[in-house]
């Protein structure tokens, strides 16, 4: 089994800022998928990244996966209120199943 | 399409009682599977299937049993509740398996096991 690390664990900012979070694995993944979970609900796959060195951009959120698949990043750009959740990256266990990471709790503050 | 639709919302047992959690598909996925949210781990898998009639154990999947009748349902069975079980039950749902296809959650299930 993959052991994923996000830190921070949380983090809290103010309307406007920018942001990082970090995914880690000492394994290499075949693809890697990040999510968002918003109080009470299941959480919804924002990206896909499967290629080293890819970059996936939705909006204002820009998503990395590292030339030796074994790390991913979420940069956030001018974060809003809507943006609050729980972030979490899911490691594809070889096609049968994902491995999640403990997540990232994102507040941001209006 | 109401998409994954998971039945209690809320539970409250006893330690030694059992029960279903129910969970139902309306877009035709073959590939479902079972996860507990647990606070600071992340989602785990306890058991999935690729299709009806077929089961498979995930990661945590003591305590726990499922079948697969049909397409559309993926109950899971408490068998005797601990309170180890105390958790947050999501069911999954998708087209295929890994990339292949993405992962729809419902909305889940919260279990209190005193």
């Known amino acids: 089994t993959q052991l994923l690390e996000q830190s921070p664990q949380f983090l809290s900012i103010q309307e406007g800022e920018n942001l990082t979070v970090y995914c880690n694995s000492s394994s290499v993944f075949s693809s890697l998928q990040w999510y968002r979970q918003e109080p009470g609900e299941g959480p919804v796959l924002l990206v896909t990244?499967?290629?080293?060195?890819e970059v996936k951009k939705l909006k204002r959120l820009t998503f990395q996966f590292g030339d030796a698949r074994k790390d991913s990043s979420l940069h956030i750009t001018a974060a809003q209120p809507g943006d609050t959740g729980l972030y979490l990256c899911a490691a594809d266990n070889y096609g049968q199943n994902f491995v999640f990471g403990p997540g990232t709790r994102l507040s941001v503050l209006p | 399409n109401a998409g994954v639709t998971q039945t209690p919302k809320f539970q409250v047992l006893k330690t030694g009682q059992s029960m279903t959690l129910q969970c139902a598909q309306d877009?035709?996925?073959?590939?479902m599977s079972w996860y507990r949210q647990d606070p600071g781990m992340g989602l785990r898998l306890i058991h999935y299937s690729v299709g009806a009639g077929i089961t498979d154990q995930g990661e945590v999947p003591n305590g726990y049993n499922v079948s697969r009748s049909t397409t559309e349902d993926f109950p899971l069975r408490l068998l005797s509740a601990a309170p180890s079980q105390t958790s947050v039950y999501f069911c999954a749902s998708s087209s295929g398996a890994g990339v292949v296809g993405t992962q729809y959650f419902g909305p889940g299930t919260r279990l209190l096991v005193l």
């Open positions: 877009m035709n996925h073959e590939y």
């Open positions: 990244v499967v290629t080293g060195g």
